[in-house]
């Protein structure tokens, strides 16, 4: 069965850099059908798909986010990871990380909470 | 970005009830769009991929379907861990993007 886990700090300060990871286990990021997700979800902004990436790097961001987000992917710890710069309190949310193919995330994390605050 | 405008955004049913929600996309999505289920303090699950298409493991009183430019989720009879918010998104291109939601609660 396959799990995805965030981690990662919980409060990140303004300005600052939020950095989170996914460990998956009961897949490999190794494959050549799915993309690796994240999508957060605040009271304000409802769900929003922040980019995926592929175990070969190829990655898609929201254009809204492009400029401040990255994933990249470590097959040999099977994670992938997402780092955001220059946060405000707008990016105050739940993060989820989400394996998908080319359509739709099919199997989601449980979530973290990130607040951004000083 | 496409926009996806579920309504309604809220409703009250009780068990057994047919319940429908509907969701339009601000451009044609050719059948890409999907349903999920999220129940307080979870992340959501995906219910209906491609239009109509059922997830494995998910029960045949959810139903996906088309009309106009209109695509329908149908809980043919609502049962009471259905009580729960539900989301459309369209796959068609990225960014992918979600309706705001529809809070299906007891009457």
């Known amino acids: 069965q396959v799990q995805l886990q965030e981690s990662g700090p919980g409060l990140v300060k303004p300005s600052e850099t939020l950095s989170l990871t996914c460990t998956v286990s009961g897949d490999s990021v190794r494959s050549d059908i799915y993309y690796w997700n994240w999508i957060r979800q605040s009271p304000g902004k409802g769900l929003e798909w922040i980019g995926y990436?592929?175990?070969?790097?190829?990655?898609k961001y929201n254009p809204s986010l492009n400029s401040r987000v990255s994933i990249s992917v470590d097959t040999s710890k099977n994670q992938f990871s997402l780092r955001m710069t220059s946060v405000t309190a707008a990016d105050t949310a739940i993060y989820y990380c989400?394996?998908?193919?080319?359509?739709?995330?099919?199997?989601w994390g449980r979530g973290t909470v990130v607040t951004v605050s000083s | 970005d496409i926009r996806m405008t579920q309504s309604p955004s809220s409703l009250s049913a009780s068990v057994g009830d047919r319940v429908t929600i509907s969701c339009r996309a601000s451009?044609?999505?050719?059948?890409?769009l999907n349903w999920y289920q999220q129940k307080p303090g979870k992340a959501p699950n995906l219910l209906i991929y491609?239009?109509?298409s059922l997830q494995s493991g998910v029960p045949s009183r959810f139903r996906g379907s088309e009309s106009g430019t209109d695509y329908i989720l149908t809980i043919t009879s609502l049962q009471p861990e259905d009580f729960a918010t539900y989301y459309c998104?369209?796959?068609?291109?990225?960014?992918?993007?979600f309706g705001q939601g529809t809070r299906v609660e007891m009457k």
């Open positions: 990436i592929s175990y070969r790097g190829a990655a």
């Open positions: 989400a394996r998908s193919g080319i359509y739709y995330p099919n199997v």
């Open positions: 998104q369209q796959g068609f291109t990225t960014p992918w993007t």
């Open positions: 491609s239009t109509s």
């Open positions: 451009q044609n999505i050719h059948f890409y």
